[in-house]
């Protein structure tokens, strides 16, 4: 095994040290799964959901996909959803978007980039609805931080308004929607107190 051995050599490292800390852990981990929450995030190598909030494999159900984008009509993302929601049952669902985000940014640039224009065009609504507020700030990196919140605020909206979400609601499930963003620059998640908990706040 030449090709990336490394990975494998890291990974049984990786193993072996759980197991020295608890021995049952695999053994109980591949019966079932029961994590209280869902995490959508950007698919960026630097944003590693499970390691930011400490959590272990088995707490923390995870999809991820460029800039956090909750879209209608993409099935992949529902359908984690709808599995989160009715089959896991999590309690909470947490969009998390990241500062610097290259989505974002590819969004706000005005070139063409091919395919990923059309996946990024709800950033340049978000972006032209709140264009006032983006041009008060002189600094691009500040102009770019907030339309990175600004979208983390918006995919809250998409996920609390999808019927999956709002299903569970009318049915009397517990259910919060969170919308956080961190920083890589110090690892730090900060809370965009946008916190949806039934069908009657998604205005």
Not at 11 to 38: C, T, V
Not at 154 to 181: C, D, F, M, P, Y
Request: with cysteine; glycine share 6%.
């Amino acid at each position: 095994m030449r090709v990336l051995k490394h990975l494998f050599d890291q990974n049984r490292q990786w193993a072996d040290g759980i197991k020295k800390s608890d021995p049952e852990f695999f053994k109980n981990l591949s019966k079932q799964q029961h994590p209280e929450y869902l995490w959508i995030g950007c698919s960026d190598s630097r944003v590693p959901a499970a390691e930011i909030v400490n959590l272990l494999p088995g707490q923390l159900f995870v999809h991820r996909n460029i800039a956090n984008l909750i879209i209608h009509t993409d099935m992949n993302c529902l359908s984690v959803i709808q599995y989160a929601v009715y089959v896991l049952k999590v309690k909470h669902i947490i969009v998390c978007g990241h500062y610097g985000c290259g989505g974002v940014q590819t969004a706000m640039d005005n070139q063409e980039h091919g395919f990923i224009d059309n996946w990024l065009l709800g950033i340049k609504d978000i972006q032209q609805r709140h264009l006032p507020e983006i041009d008060a700030l002189q600094n691009y990196n500040d102009k770019v931080n907030l339309l990175c919140e600004l979208n983390v605020k918006e995919q809250v909206k998409n996920v609390s308004k999808t019927t999956i979400v709002q299903r569970a609601w009318k049915n009397g499930q517990t259910l919060t929607v969170h919308g956080w963003i961190y920083d890589i620059a110090d690892g730090i998640l900060k809370d965009l107190d946008v916190c949806v908990t039934n069908a009657s706040e998604t205005g």
